[in-house]
């Protein structure tokens, strides 16, 4: 049995960080699609994408994270992925995906990095 997703959703000043915990797979792709699609209707400067409790990352995720991506690049807000575990990094590595995200290590290194460049 999948141990579905549960995602949380917090804004930190102009920016917004998705958090997710969990199975990041098909039958979870409505949780992840509704805060991402969300997030980025709230015109955050910033959108930072917390993996470190994604367990299991398919297809699924990366296809929304792609998806994310594109809507992101095309409104000018800067999308962040946040302390994605190792199997989840070896997904982007293998699809050679990994160069098309930032990556920090925690949601305050990822703040602090984006308030630096602007």
Known sequence: MLAGLRSETVRIGDAVVCVFAGDMVLDSEPVATRAL???LDSRPALL???LSGV???TSTGLNLLLVTRRRALAEGIPLV???PSPRTVRTLELTETDTLFTVRTTVDEALREYRRST
Do not use: E, K, P
Request: proline letters at 0%; glycine letters at 0%; zero cysteines.
């Open 48 to 50: 930072a994408v917390d």
């Open 55 to 57: 367990a299991l990352f």
């Open 81 to 83: 992925l946040v302390a």
């Open 37 to 39: 699609t969300d997030a």
